[in-house]
């Protein structure tokens, strides 16, 4: 019968690997932190294009085509969103996966070394992307919601 690689484990071993996954567990905290703003958001353009589908029924043609050219822009942000909070939420579990290793890894005193670098590099390339598809979607946003002209001339006169 072959001994567990965790026989003999010390208290000591298990602390310097619990050390060991401390800072990745503030990486997650940070990317949980983005998460709950992305989700936020979600539900905000959501609620907007629900409303919209609500009331557009009782617009005029001019109101109507304002209201469904308003919900194409919500369906291309909520995609948008939705595709930054899978990439930050796999960046997540990237993250918790390098917890793993190096947890697994310290106390079986294996070399771990190369699966911890491939996955924590996977995890800032998924977060780089979930950060940069936010920002387009900030962006589609912004240009979205000017006020229109002809109400600014308008209140000018």
């Not at 899978?86 to 996966?97: E, F, K, M």
């Amino acid at each position: 019968m072959n001994p567990s690689p965790f026989t003999g484990v010390q208290i000591a071993d298990i602390g310097h690997a619990v050390q060991l996954a401390i800072a990745p567990v503030f990486l997650i905290a940070g990317i949980g932190a983005l998460l709950n703003v992305m989700a936020n958001r979600l539900g905000r353009v959501v609620d907007r294009a629900r409303a919209l589908e609500r009331d557009i029924t009782g617009y005029d043609e001019t109101m109507r085509a304002r209201a469904m050219a308003e919900l194409v822009v919500l369906d291309r942000r909520m995609v948008l969103v939705h595709w930054a909070i899978y990439a930050c939420v796999s960046s997540a579990l990237a993250v918790c996966l390098v917890i793993g290793v190096l947890f697994v890894g310290d106390l079986a005193d294996a070399a771990v070394g190369t699966i911890v670098a491939a996955l924590f590099i996977a995890a800032m390339a998924l977060i780089v992307a979930g950060l940069v598809i936010f920002l387009i979607e900030t962006g589609i946003a912004t240009r979205s919601v000017r006020v229109r002209q002809e109400i600014l001339k308008r209140e000018v006169e």
